[in-house]
């Protein structure tokens, strides 16, 4: 007996996380993925129906809007965010002396919960006390920056304050690139007399490929998953305006008491996920394992 | 691309070298404003009253400093009908990640030891399914979740947040020891097995000792992700066991009675502090959390 606990051990260890992981995750997703497709209200019903929530999504104008505003959003967030990342770091890579301290600087929003940035950004943002009053009360009475409260204009706080928070940590993983490239080839292009510039342009971003890769993962990822953002910042308004995929199966799923539209919500956002990492993953895992 | 020349090399004379130095500090020193800026008008709006707030602007410094936006954030906001302030939600956080980050840190050692170190037929495909599982939008598991919670008899206790928070953290603390022991030689585990220790014995006194900086980034990591997470306390609290971000989130869009701005601020940086702590004191080990998190996989 004791042979056989002794023997089997790994496996007894592994045994519940792999349980909590075949019910918690693939479960309750082939749960959702099962009820997405049920003509769910208030509460779960489990007969098969057809797509009738996908289509109910489709003709759906805040799903809709919801989608237009995760693509301008993840789009804006994910280029900004890699461009401002990797000048942060080539500029920081150029021996400075508070290298540390800048990098702290640059980096402790990512330390933040995401409500913390979106309440400090929605007083900053505000029209009547934060910087359009402020502008104006230094004397540029036509001075105007109300996006926060501006349909049409709102969703690009969302990016700013996304930008904010996460373009340091983009910076600190393009730093890490930047020092992993071999000296010796920087050096030797350098007593070639090859510009700085283009010792970066020909040299050292071309070899940090798999880096903008994480980091383009790691941003997307963190765009489809934006929720307390959007509620802290803007609550999805005004109206809809900046309702994310996310904030809509919220609402779908607690306030409207529409478990159908919310499980369905949730799989198109799983789906959209599912396109961007496993390719990642797969490639990930596979090399790992050669 | 112009930006990157700025850096010098050897064929520049000392003056463009001087001015393009200068260029690059004023730069740096621009964006380092960019990030400080929020903070800096979150700490002055808080110490400012909301006299001083209606009629000043949003980066002076407060004329007169004052700490009562602080004390109301702390004891007496109101966050819809109660009016206690974030001290019982901000307890409520300790509650739930303490325990959260150390089953979950515990757990991920023992799992990611028998990934790294007693591979056997399928643990690889249980690190890629746990693995996956890290990338889930959480949207996905929110319904049945509330309904197991239910099942369970913990929904809407902290218990039942503490268990949700474990469940959905074991992908990354997972991810962390595995990458860490895959790189101590398994020769050392196979000495120790013809020695005739056993898998808990070669784990205590082989592998543990050497955790000592993993260990720190995972209770680093699961720490601020529990402490700032929002969709879970939200989804799977209620009234009295919320944590502080919902608590905060609550006090800043109560319609009850007049805005108080300072309050809010107060409120957020009460709220941000402990993960901000965590980030001045132990850094290096939150950017490995970070990076391991998101290059390894």
Same mark, same amino acid.
């Given at each position: ?6 023997? #089997?051990?790994?496996? !007894? ?37 057809? &797509? ?16 237009? #505003? ?44 995401? !409500? ?9 943002? #505000? ?46 993983? &393009? ?113 790992? #394992?050669? | ?15 463009? @070298? ?27 709006? %808080? ?16 004329? *007169?400093?004052?700490?009562? /936006?602080?004390?109301?954030?702390? %004891? ?21 990640? +303490?325990? /959260?980050?150390?089953?979950?840190? +515990? ?13 056997? @037929? ?32 913990? %929904? ?26 895959? %790189? ?8 120790? @097995? ?64 007049? @805005? *108080? ?5 107060? /409120? ?30």
């Amino acid at each position: 007996m004791t042979r056989w606990l002794q023997d #089997n051990m790994p496996k !007894i260890v592994l045994a519940p996380s792999f349980i909590a992981v075949m019910v918690f995750v693939y479960g309750f997703i082939g749960w959702t993925a099962w009820v997405s497709l049920t003509r769910s209200r208030l509460m779960p019903r489990y007969e098969l129906d057809s &797509f009738i929530q996908y289509e109910r999504l489709a003709d759906s104008p805040r799903f809709e809007t919801a989608m237009v #505003n995760l693509a301008i959003f993840g789009t804006l967030f994910i280029v900004i965010a890699m461009v401002l990342g990797l000048l942060l770091a080539i500029l920081l890579d150029q021996k400075i002396r508070t290298e540390g301290a800048i990098r702290t600087i640059y980096l402790y929003p990512m330390a933040l919960s995401m !409500i913390v940035t979106g309440t400090a950004w929605k007083w900053i943002l #505000n029209p009547e006390l934060g910087i359009e009053a402020t502008v104006k009360g230094w004397g540029f009475a036509n001075f105007e920056f109300n996006w926060l409260v501006d349909q049409d204009m709102a969703i690009y706080t969302v990016v700013l304050a996304a930008v904010w928070q996460s373009s340091g940590f983009v910076m600190a993983l &393009f730093l890490a690139g930047l020092r992993s490239v071999d000296e010796e080839i920087i050096k030797a292009a350098q007593v070639d007399g090859i510009p700085t510039w283009r010792v970066y342009s020909a040299i050292i971003i071309p070899s940090m490929a798999p880096i903008f890769l994480s980091a383009f993962i790691v941003l997307a990822h963190l765009a489809i998953k934006a929720f307390d953002l959007v509620i802290a910042l803007t609550g999805g308004g005004p109206g809809y305006a900046t309702d994310l995929p996310a904030t809509y199966m919220y609402a779908m799923a607690f306030s409207r008491g529409d478990i159908g539209q919310a499980a369905s919500s949730a799989m198109v956002m799983m789906l959209v996920v599912f396109t961007i990492v496993v390719p990642y993953l797969y490639s990930e895992l596979r090399t790992k #394992n050669d | 691309m112009t930006d990157m020349s700025y850096a010098p090399t050897r064929t520049q004379s000392p003056t463009t @070298k001087l001015v393009l130095r200068f260029i690059l500090y004023i730069l740096l020193g621009v964006f380092a404003l960019f990030y400080l800026m929020p903070l800096f008008v979150m700490i002055t709006t %808080s110490l400012k009253s909301l006299d001083e707030i209606r009629t000043g602007d949003l980066v002076s410094l407060p004329r *007169e400093v004052t700490f009562d /936006a602080w004390r109301t954030a702390w %004891s007496g906001a109101c966050t819809g009908i109660q009016c206690e302030g974030v001290r019982p939600y901000f307890l409520n956080s300790l509650l739930i990640a +303490i325990p /959260a980050v150390l089953i979950s840190t +515990i757990i991920g050692a023992l799992n990611g030891y028998v990934v790294a170190q007693w591979k056997f @037929k399928g643990a690889n495909i249980f690190f890629a399914l746990l693995l996956f599982g890290c990338f889930i939008p959480f949207q996905v598991v929110l319904l049945p979740m509330a309904i197991v919670l239910g099942k369970l008899g913990i %929904s809407g206790t902290i218990p039942g947040l503490i268990f949700v928070h474990v469940i959905y953290g074991l992908g990354f603390t997972t991810l962390f020891f595995r990458n860490y022991y895959v %790189s101590i030689p398994s020769e050392l585990t196979k000495a120790a @097995k013809v020695d005739g220790a056993g898998f808990f014995r070669i784990f205590w006194s082989i592998f543990l000792p050497l955790s000592l900086p993993i260990i720190v980034v995972s209770v680093i990591w699961q720490f601020t992700q529990i402490w700032n997470d929002f969709l879970f306390g939200v989804s799977f609290s209620q009234a009295g066991t919320q944590p502080v971000t919902v608590a905060l989130n609550n006090i800043v869009n109560s319609t009850t009675g007049v @805005k *108080e701005y300072n309050v809010d601020m107060a /409120a957020a940086i009460i709220a941000a502090l402990p993960t901000l702590l965590v980030y001045v004191v132990a850094g290096k080990y939150f950017i490995r959390g970070l990076t391991a998190g998101s290059v390894k996989g």
